[in-house]
């Protein structure tokens, strides 16, 4: 049976599935939920230093390819982090992702500190929500140098937890700015956020569905697009920091996909919604029959392999 077991950076994934941040994971009791449907792994959802309320509703809307949000990163603040993770810490069937955002370069410090007391197995840095701006009005992760101030800036607190940064699929070339990161002392990077904004219009009321009129893409439509920014994430950086893939993965081949372009794990959030929860379960024993079908006794020689195959695509 193909192994799907790795450790990375001196954590252990007993998996490849991480659940995405945002989705379901809000609580102790949501994370350990989402670790008994089978994922290798649990990420929080993005955690403010301050109470950050989100857009009014309606928030979401699905399709049978796609789904919009702009839930706008609602969070109770850093006190309530402290209570859900001392929780989870208590008995923590998988590692847990602490996911942080803020407003600017030093709040990010300044979350971070906070974090990191709590112990994180990896801190991931949201640079990247598309309703989040900086006081240019666009995220960090639009800009080499603002992404790496913001690496550098979290980077100098957290010790020895490792500093993933989640990157946005809406820039130029997503390939330069993961290097401005490495070089401001990125450990590794989620690939890749929401994609877009996009917009949906109601039809009677000619009106947009969302209150925020527009919404960050996920779900199936969007996995050709992870798995691009993923490729161009890996060769930029010599495939030398670990990838989480995230972006439209609802099936054991989506995340087998994943690992060619040079994800080492997999995120799972949008999946849940249309697999249901033991999505989880359901891919790790899809990967594990793919590599049954094509003699692969090990997850990790397909890291990367598409690179390999093609030295320069
Ligand atoms: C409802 C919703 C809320 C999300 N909230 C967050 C968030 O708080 N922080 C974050 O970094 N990403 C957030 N995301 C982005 C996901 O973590 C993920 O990167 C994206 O949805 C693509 O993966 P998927 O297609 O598997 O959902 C959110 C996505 C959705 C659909």
Redesign the pocket.
Known sequence: MMNLSQTLLGVTFQNPTVL????WGITAASWRRVAACGAGAV?T??LWLKEHRGHANPV?ISTEHW?L?A?G?PDAGIEKAREEIGDYNKNKPVPLIG?I?ADTADNYGLIASEIVKLKPDVL?V?I??PNVEDEFGRPFACSGPDAAAVTKTVKAVSGKIPVFI?LSPNVENIGRIALACAEAGADGF?V???VGPGMAIDLRSRMPILTNKVG?L??PA?KPI?VKCIADVYRATGGSKPIIG????MTGEDAIEMLLAGASLI?????IAYRGEMIFKLVCDEMKAWGKSEGVKDMKELVGGMHRTLPNG
């Open positions: 995405a941040s945002g989705i990420t959802k993005s979401i789904t949000n839930v990163v996911n955002i991931e949201n990247s929500c989640k989620t890749i956020n929401t960050g996920s779900g969007i992870a995230t972006g439209g993965v995120g799972i959030g949008t999946g």
